[in-house]
């Protein structure tokens, strides 16, 4: 599902942003609150011919504020902790019968200089203070109780 924007409907006709020197940009909050994007939409531009682009979002496939998510994993969360005595190193058998299962599957290239500039250190660190307050918000903590 795309989203086609218009953004006459923010309060000022013109908002300024700038890249960072790996030419990446903050969409500011209020274009952001006016289409409805969330963390994890898709950006689109599209080349039009007069030279000038149309920008459309997509939502999220996923986010990490999914409810029925964070019930599967704190369930499972919670069941570890409880039942820590179960959890168990896997065999030696059963590691290499994984392995050699395995070893065809091309794994993905990986970027071995990966780089998070400020802003989006800061999206993290954010994003986990959230999930930190909404889990203690519910009676979820990390040590069991």
Request: glycine share 6%; with cysteine; aromatic share 4%.
């Amino acid at each position: 599902m795309e989203n086609k924007i218009t953004l006459s409907v923010l309060p000022v006709p013109v908002i300024e942003g700038s890249t960072t020197q790996r030419s990446q940009t903050t969409i500011p909050a209020a274009v952001r609150d006016a289409i409805g994007l969330e963390p994890g939409g898709v950006v689109c531009y599209e080349a039009l011919s007069d030279g000038s682009y149309r920008i459309t979002t997509k939502p999220a496939p996923f986010t990490d504020r999914d409810p029925v998510m964070l019930a599967v994993l704190d369930y499972f969360e919670q069941d570890m902790i409880k039942h820590s005595e179960k959890i168990a190193l896997l065999s030696d058998g059963l590691i290499s019968r994984m392995q050699q299962a395995t070893e065809s599957v091309p794994l993905p290239d990986v970027e071995d200089d990966f780089e998070m500039d400020e802003a989006e250190a800061t999206e993290y660190a954010d994003l986990a203070a959230e999930a930190r307050a909404e889990r203690e918000s519910v009676g979820v903590t990390s040590d069991g109780e």
